[in-house]
Nanobody, 127 residues
Framework: VQLQASGGGLVQAGTSLRLSCSAS????????MGWFRQAPGKEREFVAA????????YYTDSVKGRFTISRDNARNTVYLQMDGLKPEDTAVYYC?????????????????????WGQGTLVTVSS
């Protein structure tokens, strides 16, 4: 599976962006899809994940109520709608595909359970 993330940019605080991640291959629906981010000088952190069918989602606490993850299995694409952006959301955002243990949040949030990664797209939020 090859992943291609897009949609990043420079925006002002309080505005919105939608990230997209397109996947190659016919096995897209076989994977949990996640978004992670890495801010300058910080470790990569989990942002959100969506189950194989799209019926269930997880979010890290700092983005709950502001970000929405969704997927379109017919288009092999996962999205991250980011509303109410804050300067602390500034980071390179990566999409990832894997098969964590969905019933364990710690598994879903662990990057090691994702096999494929996109190249990242930079989101910069100015104050």
């Amino acid at each position: 599976v090859q992943l291609q993330a897009s949609g990043g940019g420079l925006v002002q605080a309080g505005t919105s962006l939608r990230l997209s991640c397109s996947a190659s291959g016919r096995t897209f629906r076989s994977y949990v899809m996640g978004w992670f981010r890495q801010a300058p000088g910080k470790e990569r952190e989990f942002v959100a994940a969506i189950s194989w069918s799209g019926s269930s989602t997880y979010y890290t606490d700092s983005v709950k109520g502001r970000f929405t993850i969704s997927r379109d299995n017919a288009r092999n694409t996962v999205y991250l709608q980011m509303d109410g952006l804050k300067p602390e959301d500034t980071a390179v955002y990566y999409c990832a595909a894997g098969n964590p243990q969905w019933w364990l949040h710690t598994s879903v949030a662990a990057g090691g359970h994702y096999f494929y990664w996109g190249q990242g797209t930079l989101v910069t939020v100015s104050s």
